[in-house]
């Protein structure tokens, strides 16, 4: 139910009517199949209510996305154990322990009780009707918890689905997609994990039960310290790349070109220096407002002709330099020329010239394997540019033959 924002009065009004009838629902079907408390299964009940209360709410972002939870690993071994009464009562009060815990409104609380109560009636309903045969084991047993985990899992979706939808004033059916598509590896490794927890305390009973809910509580502990991590270092990950982007253009800065150039390894790649022609001029008659727009706009059209790989970095004032990953000087070259006419084609009312730039090529390996000499290298071919008549382009050769 999360993610219901500014809800029209009527559309409230439909999810609050929602609430109570399914609030209403669980507690006439909790009546119905009353089936009392098996004998001895009191520590069990217990145990296991307290593994759901740790995994409630428990999820991990494993990709951009994929989450990764385990609150439902322990309702399959809770409604084969203890029978369907004590699992729609521990339902309910896990509800309840989840908004007290959280601050939720009380519907929401409610509401989260009643899907729950009803989704483990669902499961245990068709539990109880698969291994109603006497002797049922083996592949059989089986089939019949994949089943029931299932219609657990689909029914506490469709239920969280439909007030969501509502909500969002779309059908239903996209909206469970939307929740299953995301969520679907989730569901699987959960679903997973309960049925082993559930051959697990058949096999070794009371200490399985014990056995296994300590490993449950230590595999959601290490996923949570992972995922920590792994978010310590996202954030890591974007406060250096904001210290290596150029806050006026949007392009790699000078730190970014230092530390590529202290990085050892090296690699194929060509490299596009880059000199805006009589830039200083245009600031002079159009003023450094329109200079900075300029700037930005030259950065914008580069960044639409390179590939996701390469960089464009600002090197300073109106220079730039573009790497251009695993190509040669031929292809650099049908790079650089794109680029030249894209800016040349580049208009604004406020400037009656157009845009026109120098451009120096060096390639590594071909002309120097050393990062710093190939920048150089690219640096004093786009100087022969500007000596020979500008808005061209020059290939670095050591006897400054134009190329």
Not at 49 to 77: K, N, Y
Not at 150 to 156: C, E, L, R
Not at 272 to 283: K, Q, R, S, T, W
Request: glycine letters at 8%.
């Amino acid at each position: 139910m999360g993610g219901i924002r500014l809800l029209t009065r009527d559309v409230e009004r439909r999810i609050n009517r929602v609430i109570m009838i399914v609030t209403f629902f669980a507690v006439v079907l909790g009546v119905v199949f009353f089936s009392g408390f098996r004998e001895g299964t009191l520590p069990a009940v217990i145990v296991l209510f307290v593994v759901r209360m740790h995994l409630q709410g428990f999820s991990v972002r494993i990709s951009e996305r994929t989450d990764l939870s385990l609150g439902t690993a322990a309702v399959l071994p809770t409604i084969y154990l203890t029978g369907i009464t004590p699992a729609m009562l521990t339902s309910v009060l896990l509800g309840i322990y989840d908004g007290v815990r959280h601050k939720k409104r009380w519907q929401r609380a409610m509401y989260n009780s009643a899907q729950f109560a009803i989704s483990s009636l669902v499961g245990g309903l068709i539990l109880e009707f698969s291994t109603s045969r006497p002797g049922v084991s083996g592949f059989p047993l089986l089939v019949s918890f994949v089943a029931a985990t299932t219609a657990y899992i689909f029914t506490n979706n469709a239920l969280v689905c439909y007030v969501v939808a509502l909500g969002r004033g779309i059908p239903w059916w996209i909206q469970i997609k939307e929740v299953l598509g995301r969520s679907v590896f989730s569901y699987f490794c959960s679903a997973f994990l309960g049925i082993m927890f559930t051959f697990f305390v058949i096999g070794y009973g009371f200490w399985g039960l014990i056995a296994f809910s300590a490993f449950l509580v230590t595999i959601s502990g290490l996923l949570k310290s992972a995922a920590e991590v792994s978010a310590e270092r996202a954030r890591r990950q974007e406060v250096e790349e904001e210290l290596v982007i150029d806050d006026m253009t949007g392009a790699y800065n000078f730190r970014y070109l230092n530390r590529w150039l202290s990085e050892p390894s090296h690699e194929r790649v060509a490299l596009l220096f880059m000199d805006i022609d009589d830039f200083a001029a245009f600031n002079n008659s159009y003023g450094h407002a329109e200079g900075d727009q300029v700037l930005k706009n030259v950065v914008e059209a580069i960044q639409q002709i390179i590939r996701a790989e390469d960089r464009v970095v600002r090197y300073g004032g109106d220079e730039f330099v573009v790497f251009l990953k695993n190509m040669d000087v031929v292809g650099a070259r049908r790079v650089a020329e794109r680029i030249r006419e894209r800016l040349a084609s580049l208009e604004d009312p406020c400037w009656k010239e157009p845009i026109t730039v120098s451009l120096g090529i060096a390639a590594s390996p071909q002309h120097a394997t050393d990062k710093r000499q190939l920048l150089l290298f690219a640096d004093q071919a786009m100087y022969q540019a500007k000596q020979a008549c500008k808005n061209t382009i020059r290939v670095w050769n050591a006897v400054n033959d134009i190329a």
